[in-house]
């Protein structure tokens, strides 16, 4: 079965940093373009960051450009978030999604690691 | 960025009734737009990518038109599981961006 799964949320002090992981399982992740999506409580989903399968292109929100990098390791079949300098704006649920070959939607969504930003 | 508008912001209807969801982009996105179905505590699912296909396992009361700027999600035939949140994506310009949400309630 095809998987992603998320981890290394959790609660932390405005100003703070927090790595993300998204370990995938049941196909490789060489083929494919990789995103991470968030959720605050009660609301919409925003498109984070987005990177290539080869990890030549990545593409991040303006407004998080600086503070988040997204990252990929093919060989260890995982995709990363380093979050810096957060705010309390940073706390949501974040996802992990796959693309469709052509990037046309995506079809594989981890169930999401919370990122709480809180004093 | 292209600004994407769902419409209606709620959507309350009966179990067999037909849906009719909207979506309407700032600009032209040709038909680089999927719609995604969320329920309550799970993550969403990709029902329609490129405006009109659907995706693998979707059921065939689920179908997508348009392209530009103008979209719809229609469900032909409300089911119980269907009552949700439903989403827009365009992918046709960085950075990629999402609707507000349509919200299909049991009337």
């Known amino acids: 079965e095809e998987q992603l799964v998320e981890s290394g949320g959790g609660l932390v002090k405005p100003g703070g940093s927090l790595r993300l992981s998204c370990a995938a399982s049941?196909?490789?992740?060489?083929?494919?373009?990789l995103n991470w999506v968030r959720q605050a409580p009660g609301k919409g989903l925003q498109w984070v960051a987005s990177?290539?399968?080869?990890?030549?292109?990545?593409y991040t929100a303006d407004s998080l450009r600086g503070r988040f990098t997204i990252s990929r390791d093919n060989a260890k079949n995982a995709l990363y978030l380093q979050m810096n300098r957060l705010t309390a704006d940073d706390t949501a649920l974040y996802y992990c999604?796959?693309?469709?070959?052509?990037?046309?939607?995506?079809?594989?969504w981890g169930q999401g690691t919370l990122v709480t930003v809180s004093s | 960025e292209i600004v994407m508008t769902q419409s209606p912001a709620t959507l309350s209807l009966s179990p067999g009734e037909r849906a009719t969801l909207s979506c309407r982009a700032s600009?032209?996105?040709?038909?680089?737009l999927a719609w995604y179905q969320q329920k309550p505590g799970q993550a969403p699912r990709l029902l329609i990518y490129?405006?009109?296909h659907r995706a693998t396992g979707i059921a065939p009361r689920f179908s997508g038109d348009g392209s530009g700027t103008d979209f719809t999600l229609t469900i032909s035939s409300l089911e119980p599981e269907d009552f949700a949140v439903y989403y827009c994506?365009?992918?046709?310009?960085?950075?990629?961006?999402f609707g507000q949400g349509t919200k299909v309630d049991l009337k």
């Open positions: 999604t796959r693309d469709l070959r052509g990037a046309a939607g995506s079809d594989r």
């Open positions: 049941g196909f490789t992740i060489s083929l494919y373009t």
């Open positions: 990177i290539s399968s080869s990890g030549e292109y990545i």
């Open positions: 600009q032209t996105v040709y038909s680089h």
């Open positions: 490129d405006a009109s």
């Open positions: 994506e365009q992918r046709a310009k960085w950075p990629r961006t």
